[in-house]
């Protein structure tokens, strides 16, 4: 069984930075991608920013050159650095990681909890 711990949510104004920060744990023996999605009320979850074991990133369009994706050297925590923060990144935001448990597990995907991030004024 694995854990995603996100934290680093809350509320910003609009034009603010905030970094969340996305911890795994447990039954983990390769991890592939990690990575960011956001849902806002009303809305389906949509794809923000990915990273994969070999430091690749892809990001939505609509945070390119505000948002930025890392990973740790032990590639277990990811990383996501929100600037100029607009309202309509107002959002909860969840981890993902997909990984294997095991040399024979199949590839499996996990997602955290999810952090509110909420931009206003």
Do not use: H
């Amino acid at each position: 069984q694995v854990q995603l711990v996100e934290s680093g949510g809350g509320l910003v104004q609009p034009g603010g930075s905030l970094r969340l920060s996305c911890a795994a744990s447990g039954s983990i023996f390769l991890i592939y991608n990690m990575g960011w999605y956001r849902q806002a009320p009303g809305k389906q979850r949509e794809l923000v920013a990915t990273i994969t074991n070999g430091g690749s990133t892809n990001y939505a369009d609509s945070v390119k050159d505000r948002f930025t994706i890392s990973r740790d050297n032990a590639g277990n925590t990811v990383y996501l650095q929100m600037n100029s923060l607009k309202p309509e990144d107002t959002a909860v935001y969840y981890c993902n990681m997909i990984y294997k448990a095991g040399w024979t597990a199949p590839t499996d995907d996990a997602w955290g909890q999810g952090t509110q991030v909420t931009v206003s004024s």
